[in-house]
Every structure is written in C-alpha cells, then in structure tokens.
T-cell receptor, first 112, second 114 residues
Framework: NAGVTQTPKFQVLKTGQSMTLQCAQD?????MSWYRQDPGMGLRLIHY???????DQGEVPNGYNVSRSTTEDFPLRLLSAAPSQTSVYFC???????????FGEGSWLTVV | AQSVTQLDSQVPVFEEAPVELRCNYS??????LFWYVQYPNQGLQLLLK??????LVKGINGFEAEFNKSQTSFHLRKPSVHISDTAEYFC????????????FGKGTTLSVSS
C-alpha cells in the first residue's frame, strides 16, 4: 500500500516547456485534488475530481489541465510553463464515504 | 463559496507558554474544518478535524481546537508549547467530510524560542 505517490519529486523547466506531474493512489479513492503551495499564500486548490471522468476547477486553474481516465491516476499538465508556476505541488485523495485525506509528499517545480 | 482567514501570519512564543492560532471561516453550506501542520521541508500532517458532535476537538501533540458556529471560528490552542512545535500551521475548510476541494488559509508560522 503506497498511499499517494507523486512524481517527479523535483523538476526544473524552461519557460514554454510542457510537462505532466503524476499522481497515483492505490486506495481506490473516488476523490482526488491538486494544490499548489506558495510562500505566504498557503495551499490553493487547482483542480479536483470526484470520480473517473469527472473533474472541476478550483481556485487557481489557469495554466493547468487535468483528466481522470482511471480511479487511480490524476495527472496535472502544464502545457506552457511560466515562471509564475514555480511552486510546490501537492496531490491528495480521499474516500467518498470517509473523513481522512491523504496527501502526497509534494513535487517541487521550478520554471526558469 | 467558502473562505478561510488565519488572523495571524506569525506567532512568536516562548517555550512552555500557551498559544492560540486563530482561524475564521465563511461558508454558505455545512462546514468541516481541519488544522494541518507543516514542518520545514516536509509535507502536511493532520493535527485535528471537526466533522460533527462536540465542538471541542482534541488532536495530536497536545493540540485542541474549538468550533464556534456563531463566531464562525475554529481556533487552535495548546496549553504549553515546545521548541519542536515550531512549524507552519494551516486551517482548512471543506464542504464534505471526505475533504474534497479543501480551501486553506494562508498559514500561521509558529516560532517557539527558549
């Protein structure tokens, strides 16, 4: 049981490059979310999903795409990275009928 | 829409002193409230959560919080802090118990000195 796994842990991108942050959970959780953490801003919700095939925007969705083709995976795509997307990204998952949220360990992204 | 305001960005305190970290929320629906702690260069750890029932919630590491619906607050307290409590603390609200789509406050940095 690996919990919530995020890859990569560290990444440096050049402005304009694209990349995907991977998030996988092996707990069969319906709910998954992506957050970004910036100094002085706390964590802000980017996108979330309540089940396979269902996604919705959070507080700061611009510049990010998501899809949920399987229950296990919830990748976050940056189509054209910008320096403003330099941040620490956290993925989370939870069971629809439960009350515990599981966070990944974070992915540190730097856009130069 | 939901929002969370953490009223203090930094709280300096001496070891063994009591501490209160303040959190106010707004929501048009039922709320479920959470406090998380983040130690330097680490991920998030759940301290405690209010889902229903008793308004006084006890968590890990000696922390507790009180849900006050009339004042829309969920303040975090500890009667005696240790150096090891130095960290950043986040209050968060969700519209469901499963914690989907958490809305976080901006955080409070607790600095405990000897």
């Amino acid at each position: 049981n690996a919990g919530v796994t995020q890859t990569p842990k560290f990444q440096v991108l050049k402005t304009g490059q694209s990349m995907t942050l991977q998030c996988a959970q092996d707990m069969n959780h319906e709910y998954m979310s992506w957050y970004r953490q910036d100094p002085g801003m706390g964590l802000r919700l980017i996108h979330y999903s309540v089940g396979a095939g269902i996604t919705d925007q959070g507080e700061v969705p611009n510049g990010y795409n998501v899809s949920r083709s399987t229950t296990e995976d919830f990748p976050l795509r940056l189509l054209s990275a910008a320096p403003s997307q330099t941040s620490v990204y956290f993925c989370a998952s939870s069971y629809k009928g439960g009350n515990t949220i599981y966070f990944g360990e974070g992915s540190w992204l730097t856009v130069v | 829409a939901q929002s969370v305001t953490q009223l203090d960005s930094q709280v300096p305190v001496f070891e063994e002193a009591p501490v209160e970290l303040r959190c106010n929320y707004s929501s048009s629906v039922s709320v479920y409230l959470f406090w998380y702690v983040q130690y330097p260069n680490q991920g998030l750890q759940l301290l405690l959560k209010y889902l229903s029932g008793s308004t006084l919630v006890k968590g890990i590491n000696g922390f507790e919080a009180e849900f006050n619906k009339s004042q829309t607050s969920f303040h975090l307290r500890k009667p005696s802090v240790h150096i090891s409590d130095t960290a950043e603390y986040f209050c968060a609200v969700s519209a469901n118990q499963a914690g989907t789509a958490l809305i976080f406050g901006k955080g409070t940095t607790l600095s405990v000195s000897s």
